[in-house]
C-alpha cells in the first residue's frame, strides 16, 4: 500500500530496518511466510531476513518500532536481531546511535 505522508522532497522522512539472523532453516521460512502477507520488502541472503518498515515523518515513530520489533524477537528462536533507523535527504542515511543489538544464548 502506498502512503502519502505529505512530505516535500527536502524533508527528511525516516524507516525501521530489521536485520534477524536465523540459526535454522525451517523457523526462517516460517517467519517468511507470516510476514509476507504484510511486508513486501523482504530480502533473504542466506539465513539473514532483512525488511524496512515505513516511511515515517518523525524518527521517533521509526525508532518506536525498533522496540515492538525487539520485543517480538525477544520471545522467537532468531539467533540475532538488529535494528536501526535510516533517513533519507534525499537519499537513505542511518541514524548514528541508534541500534538495538539481540543476541540469543542457547
Given at each position: ?6 512530505m ?7 524507516r525501521t ?27 533473504r541472503?542466506g ?23 525487539t520485543?517480538v524477537?525477544?520471545?522467537?528462536s532468531?539467533?540475532?536481531l538488529?535494528c536501526h533507523?535510516?533517513?533519507r535527504?534525499?537519499q537513505?542515511?542511518r541514524l ?7 543476541s540469543?544464548?542457547?
Amino acid at each position: 500500500m502506498a502512503r502519502n505522508i505529505g512530505m516535500g522532497l527536502s524533508t527528511p522522512l525516516y524507516r525501521t530496518v530489521v536485520v534477524a539472523t536465523y540459526t535454522d532453516e525451517a523457523v526462517l521460512a516460517d517467519e517468511m511466510r507470516r510476514y509476507r502477507r504484510t511486508n513486501n520488502t523482504m530480502a533473504r541472503d542466506g539465513l539473514t531476513l532483512t525488511w524496512y518498515e515505513g516511511p515515517y515523518n518523525l524518527p521517533g515513530k521509526a525508532q518506536s518500532r525498533m522496540t515492538i520489533w525487539t520485543g517480538v524477537y525477544a520471545a522467537k528462536s532468531a539467533a540475532s536481531l538488529e535494528c536501526h533507523v535510516e533517513m533519507r535527504q534525499p537519499q537513505w542515511q542511518r541514524l548514528p546511535g541508534r541500534t538495538a543489538p539481540r543476541s540469543r544464548s542457547r
